[in-house]
């Protein structure tokens, strides 16, 4: 069942996806804030746990990495993701909003543009989000 029209809610979880190991630290197992930067884009890409299961889950961000890999033609490696309640999000004056396929998409928007907000942001995301590895 598609979410598109489903808006966020701030109980929901959320995973951004980790496909570069300078977005964790594996000393302490935490997210780092460059993981939650926009850049290049003003909108962050992130996927809803709302009625998928675990497997489903890291399948669609196996998707994403595998999508990754074939517009860039370098094997992209998928580290984990960082869960983040989608109420940490809004309590940053971000939205969040729908945004399938794939499934269970959905974009973090209004970022401001300047860097150094966007910093601001991105430490305070890392600080409440929790790092999870993919299962080997």
């Given amino acids: 069942m598609s979410l598109q029209n489903t808006p966020v809610t701030p109980n929901e979880m959320l995973a951004r996806f980790v496909f570069q190991s300078k977005h964790f ?3 302490d197992n ?3 804030p460059e993981c939650f930067m926009p850049h ?3 909108d962050m890409s992130v996927t809803r746990h709302r009625d998928i299961d675990e497997s489903e889950l890291w399948k669609l961000g196996s998707n994403a990495a595998a999508e990754r890999s074939r517009k860039s033609g370098t094997q992209i490696t998928m580290y984990g993701r960082a869960d983040i309640s989608a109420k940490d999000i809004f309590d940053t004056d971000l939205n969040i909003e729908p945004s399938e396929p794939p499934k269970n998409h959905a974009n973090i928007k209004t970022f401001p543009s300047e860097k150094a ?3 601001q942001i991105a430490l305070l995301l890392a600080l409440k ?8």
């Fill in 30 to 32: 935490t997210v780092k």
């Fill in 129 to 136: 989000a929790h790092l999870v590895y993919f299962p080997k």
């Fill in 40 to 42: 290049p884009h003003q």
């Fill in 25 to 27: 630290r594996s000393s």
């Fill in 117 to 119: 907000k966007q910093k």
